[in-house]
Structure formats: structure tokens, C-alpha cells
């Protein structure tokens, strides 16, 4: 994930919880969250989201409010969980079943071969010293050695792409705030996937939930038939309306007061159809943890260095010339 990057691209570029990892469902299937664009009005988020009944949506919930409490944004959830760090580990696999039509496929046949990742997130978040600034790391990496760090520490953004230096910044932008939504919806997006065949069961937990208060406990399973009025759509989505869910298991922890979630295991096995047409069977297991409390120490990189950047001239213009236009 490269810096500077306008957010409507960002987002159009990323795809829940991650970095490009490769073509196909398989990319697919890790995130791409069917929500709205964040709100760039944090405060006006808070209090929308501060309006819904948690405890009584989730007293019995159905797929929708699990997915409705899953999907709430950084900037709401930490209003309510503080300082905390969270923590998601993936792993994903996709391979087709049996041998190709040809051994030799014709030039523009498409050829689809066995996929598989791992991949590890934190985050860390901290108290910033005043509301307009941010203290936090994020780190993503996977086992095809691709990866980023990122601290934030007031108002500048410093960035360490795989097997790079660290560069740095001026916040510019609400980017940030998607990079903290896609790890913060990670388990939104891997339970979004199992949803159309997705059955849960709810158990409250007193004195489970944040600051002592009380939580629910999901547990999911696999629905006798599916509901294709849960299958996502987003603009690069289409391939889930061909998904055939064919196992679920997984247990997802919320606090019962805010609908933020603190743990999650969710196994998803599924098929679909391959671009060459053989049967493909694929898995995605998620492990995340959201552990409140102090983060420790969060300091600017010492080695970081200023992101090297091309003289923009509209904007050498306009700080020129402000105040000096012809009446």
C-alpha cells in the first residue's frame, strides 16, 4: 500500500482486512466489505452509531445485526474501547480440483493454480494527545513477503513498504481512517462471506464485556439452505453469487453495550467455478483479538526520512499568490 494515496482510489484499490495478495476470489474472499465509505465526520458518525440498542439487537440476533455490529467503523468503535490493541491472523487457500483440460493450454486460455496465504495484523492504538492528532502503529504482512508498517504520531504518517525505508509525511488526508477500517472489519469480511448460509446461536455472557459490563457470545454454523438475499454484491462482488458455502464454524465474541467485537474464530470452507472451468474448493480461517488497555510506547521511527515528492505547482501557485488575486 503505497502513501499519498487519494482515499476513493485507495478503497477501489484495496479490497477487510488487506493488501493485494493476488488475482481471482481468492483476494476476494479477505475483503471486500459491501459498507459505505467511512464518514469523514467522526463526531456525527459517533453519535448515529451511539443511537442503536446494541444490547437489545443482539439479545437474538440474525445475520444482519451481526453484520450491522461488525461493520461499525474504527472511529465509532474506539469511542467506546479506548486504547487497545487488535490483532487478526488469516489464512486463505483456493485450488481447483482435478487435472486442467490440456496440458498445454492454448496462449489465451486461462490458467488457474493453487493459492494460499498467511497473513498477520496489528494494531495499536493510543490515547493522542489532542482529538485531531492519532497515535498508532498498524502492521500487515504475509508469507509472500509482502507487507507494510505504518506509525502515526500526531499529525505525520510514517510508512515502511516491504524491504524499504522508512518514509514519512503530513497527514493530508482521511486515509488513515481506511486502513484502520479494513483491519477493524476483518471479521466483518469473513463472516459477510459465510452469510448467505450462515445460522447463529446467541448466549449472554455477564461481566464479559468491556470495563466488566456484559457480552454475547455468537456461535455459527452452517444454515440448512441459503438465503441469496445475503449474498453480497459491491462492485467486485460478482463472483460470490456462483460461491457454494459448504462449511461453517466459528464463535465471535461482542460486547453487548457498544456492538464492538473482541474475539473471533470463523473457519469457512467453500467451492465455486473456476475461470478455466474446473471446480475450485477453497477455506479461510480467522483468529482476532481486540485486547483493551495501553498499546506501550509509541514513538516515530528515528531512521524515518521525508517521502521525496515532486514540485506540485498548482499548489506552489496557490500559496504564492493567496491573497493577491485581481479583485
Excluded at 496489528?122 to 509482502?146: F, G, I, K, Y
Aim: hydrophobic content about 45%.
Amino acid at each position: 500500500m503505497l502513501p499519498r494515496v487519494k482515499a476513493d482510489a485507495l478503497r477501489a484499490a484495496l479490497g477487510v482486512l488487506a493488501l493485494a495478495l493476488g488475482p481471482g476470489a481468492s483476494v476476494a474472499a479477505c475483503g471486500e466489505a459491501n459498507e459505505p465509505e467511512p464518514s469523514s465526520d467522526a463526531p456525527a458518525a459517533t453519535s448515529s452509531r451511539a443511537a442503536v440498542d446494541w444490547s437489545a439487537r443482539l439479545a437474538a440476533p440474525g445475520v444482519h445485526d451481526l453484520l450491522a455490529a461488525l461493520a461499525q467503523p474504527h472511529a465509532v468503535v474506539r469511542q467506546r474501547v479506548g486504547p487497545h490493541v487488535l490483532t487478526v491472523t488469516s489464512e486463505l487457500a483456493l485450488a481447483p480440483v482435478g487435472e486442467p483440460a490440456a496440458v498445454h493450454p492454448r496462449l489465451d486460455a486461462p490458467v488457474v493454480a493453487p493459492q494460499a496465504v498467511h497473513d498477520e495484523l496489528e494494531l495499536r492504538w493510543a490515547t493522542p494527545p489532542e482529538p485531531s492528532a492519532a497515535l498508532l502503529t498498524l502492521s500487515q504482512h504475509n508469507d509472500h513477503e509482502r507487507g507494510r508498517d505504518v506509525v502515526m504520531v500526531g499529525q505525520t504518517v510514517h510508512v515502511r513498504e516491504a524491504h524499504r525505508a522508512w518514509t514519512h509525511y503530513p497527514r493530508d488526508s482521511d486515509v488513515v481512517e481506511l486502513w484502520l477500517d479494513d483491519a477493524q472489519r476483518s471479521v466483518h469480511d469473513a463472516v459477510q462471506l459465510a452469510a448467505p448460509r450462515l445460522s447463529l446461536t446467541a448466549a449472554a455472557l455477564p461481566g464479559a464485556g468491556l470495563d466488566g459490563g456484559p457480552a454475547v457470545e455468537i456461535t455459527l454454523a452452517l444454515a440448512e439452505a441459503t438465503d441469496p438475499g445475503l449474498v453480497a454484491r459491491g462492485p467486485t462482488q460478482g463472483w460470490r453469487t456462483g460461491v457454494e458455502v459448504q462449511a461453517v464454524e466459528g464463535v465471535v465474541r461482542l460486547d453487548a453495550g457498544s456492538g464492538a467485537w473482541l474475539s473471533a474464530t470463523v473457519d469457512i470452507a467453500y467451492g465455486l467455478t473456476g475461470a478455466d472451468g474446473r471446480p475450485l474448493r477453497g477455506s479461510l480461517h480467522v483468529k482476532a483479538q481486540v485486547a483493551p488497555g495501553s498499546p506501550g510506547p509509541i514513538e516515530a521511527p528515528p531512521e524515518s526520512v521525508p517521502l521525496p515528492l515532486r514540485l506540485r505547482y498548482d499548489e506552489e501557485q496557490r500559496r504564492l499568490l493567496d491573497g493577491l488575486a485581481a479583485p
